[in-house]
DNA sequence: CAGCATCCGCTTTGATACTG
DNA sequence: CAGTATCAAAGCGGATGCTG
């Protein structure tokens, strides 16, 4: 992209990463970890693939991204975000906050990717009795299932189906969301295609504290 | 700007501010309040005339941004953001913290306003010892002078000369600026063109105190 | 003058095809 | 798998003109 030519840190900041798709290729590589150009195409559905070439070559100009050679036998490249990159994490986060209410409008032909789930539940959920058991939640509301288990007051998400878990939540993305970020009530979820196995009291302990999210703030008037 | 079409709260803020110009039209009004078109135009070189009457119209539309008439007899259209666009405000600092250190590297031909340094102003500064006599810093860094006052713990930032500034900057932008954070140390600063009048051990009472940003991390090596 | 709309050349993006 | 090549469409930047 042209630069703004301002010495104003904001514009600075987006010269870097105000790209079109740029700040979802960051998404995906804070989700991922380490993942191949496949991975990344695959979980940006709509991009072009000389776009995800050229900004790819871009971040990794701009010291966000790393790229290299996995060892043998795996033999493909990988990319994964530089320290620097993994310091956008803020950024993502205030984004995700800001646009969390906007998942309410009812979007029919939007894609829907288990995977972007880990990073809203890493960054807003988070364990409130971290002295107990361990527990484990299974998401089942996209192409794969999504565990989500509490560790250190923490939550780690991880694509696949849990053995023995304590909650499994099945249902359209936007309610099983509404219900992770407490911003639905479980029962309004359920009439709205939740279901679930397990103990959904659980719930209560990974749910966000902070106010701010009103009930039913998720869902439209024209879906609730 | 076409939507990325995917049920993700990161890719739904973009689709909303991801524009080019959009979030740093946010910026104007987050530093401004209200404002008036030319206003905007001023604050946003480079910015084409069409572009940013339709990123207005978008915004107004997006609901962050509220259009209304100007009481007489000033008589001319103000824009201001809603609630839903001052929310942004966590985006923008997010970003600007990221984008800090990229201020670093010598760029002649940015353009710089003095008034983009009020929002680094309120959002990174404080005022430690909100107890004491209040005091005024006045930067003569740009196009004009800015005043920075301390008020309950925080900063405020105003256009224009103080009348009995505690301490005057006067310099380059981006030793100003790094002086300020802390990212450069006085004795440094001056080597680079800072020049000062009255106290400035007061620089201390508003300094950002949070760790990580190293010394002269701000100064490029080229520069320093 | 403030607040745009129009026009035009240039750049970026999107879609698809193709390759080592 | 990991891209490059190609080309049409959309977006942007700059200049200019219009309207209250």
Redesign the pocket.
């Known amino acids: ?2 630069s ?1 030519g301002q010495l104003c840190a904001v514009a600075k900041a987006l010269d870097a990463v105000g ?3 740029t700040l979802l290729i960051v998404r995906e590589l804070l989700i991922r970890g380490a993942a ?4 990344l ?1 695959t979980g940006l559905p ?12 871009e971040l990794e100009q701009s010291g966000v991204v790393r ?1 290299y050679d ?1 060892p043998p036998p795996v033999a ?4 994964e975000l530089t320290e620097r990159g993994r310091d956008l994490e803020p950024v993502l986060d205030a984004l995700g906050r800001w646009g969390g209410p906007l998942l309410a409008e009812p979007d029919p032909a939007a894609a829907f990717q288990t995977h972007w789930l880990a990073l809203p539940a890493r960054l807003r959920l988070s364990d409130h009795e971290p002295d107990r058991r361990p527990i484990t939640v299974e998401l089942r509301t996209g192409d794969e299932p999504l565990t989500l288990t509490t560790r250190d007051g923490r939550i780690d998400a991880r694509p696949g189906a849990a053995e023995t878990p304590d909650l499994v939540l099945d249902g359209p993305p936007q309610i099983v969301i509404g219900v992770l970020l407490g911003t639905l009530e479980p029962d309004q979820a359920q009439a709205h295609g939740l279901r679930h196995e397990g103990d959904i009291a659980l719930l209560r302990r990974v749910q966000p504290r902070t106010p701010g999210a009103r009930p039913n703030d998720l869902i439209s008037p024209t879906v609730a």
């Open positions: 992209m042209r703004y790209d079109r798709w191949r150009y496949t991975d195409h709509g991009i072009a693939t000389n776009l995800l070439a050229e900004r790819l070559r790229r996995a493909t490249a990988l990319f």
